[in-house]
DNA sequence: AATGAAAGTTATTGTTC
DNA sequence: GAACAATAACTTTCATT
């Protein structure tokens, strides 16, 4: 279930162009990797069969929708069990700031992306949604400056193809 | 230019509907939002025109690319000036495993998510691609366990309405 | 600014190679 | 597995309210 799909050239200049803009007409997707229409919509549809496509996202600007202020929060969280692990972590994503959560490896736990109004707004959820919750311990605060998203994500090169 | 947009109800509900699904066609996400068709493409293309969607993009689950392990990077870079900053962010973006970069606040300038096929292919990034670089005075290595995606981000909640 | 209908394109299917 | 041709569906425009 979890093993890697056998994409041939084809597949990954679909995973390419997609990646780099996913509203692409089919019949323009099929013209950008050297197929029939027909044959790139059979392609994609395997994609997303097979779970290496999961989804289609659209991406906001967070200053347009009056949050210009992003941070990374990192949380420490006391017992570490399941029974409080899963409530913590459904009340992190009910937040409407939260973007996204991640758990981690190492002393900080959670990893927790924000988007905010303000340095107000953002001091207020940290003291009310993370310090006060009895299973936190230690919340970081780092801003964001700046984000660049990567390339296209491809399959590790095998070398024999 | 970087102002925040007015949006009225039907735009929220678009962009709530996009963000959880942007395959949505047009004629469905009118019926999901309570207006015309017609409507609703011109609603669609004035978010798009004002900034507030920059983009459509496809999820990908590394693992099916033969990348499950995931992790951050986090580097402190020495001088910190523009001239030594530039080379190094275009560095970072040009490796294949590189999925994201922040420039955060704080003693570790840099944030770098990568997605790798294993722990060997880790280290092997970690120290080729940036201990061996001269700018670069520390990194940092946290394995990713989970990750969760936020909700629909939508504007603050004003009050008012 | 939203609607409804008409025209133009596209997605999609079935068939053949 | 890929390409072609035909149908069904959607997107997009425009005149109207």
């Known amino acids: 279930m979890n093993e890697p799909a056998e994409l041939d050239p084809v597949d990954l200049r679909i995973l390419s162009a997609l990646q780099n803009n996913a509203r692409l007409l089919n019949k323009e997707l099929a013209a950008t990797v050297g197929v029939a229409p027909s044959t790139c919509l059979d392609r994609v549809n395997?994609?997303?069969e097979s779970g290496v496509v999961t989804g289609y996202g659209v991406d906001v600007d967070p200053a347009k929708l009056?949050?210009?202020?992003?941070?990374f929060l990192y949380i420490r969280v006391q017992p570490h069990?399941?029974?409080?692990?899963?409530?913590?972590v459904e009340h992190v994503l009910g937040q409407p700031e939260t973007r996204g959560l991640w758990h981690l490896t190492g002393a900080d736990d959670f990893m927790v992306h924000v988007a905010t109004e303000d340095a107000h707004s953002l001091q207020r959820l940290v003291l009310d949604a993370f310090t006060a919750r009895e299973e936190v311990t230690r919340v970081r605060t780092n801003l964001i400056f700046q984000h660049w998203a990567g390339r296209p994500l491809l399959p590790p090169e095998t070398g024999t193809g």
Do not use: E, M, N
């Open 66 to 71: 009056g949050r210009p202020l992003q941070a």
């Open 46 to 48: 395997r994609l997303r």
């Open 81 to 88: 069990r399941s029974a409080l692990v899963d409530p913590f």
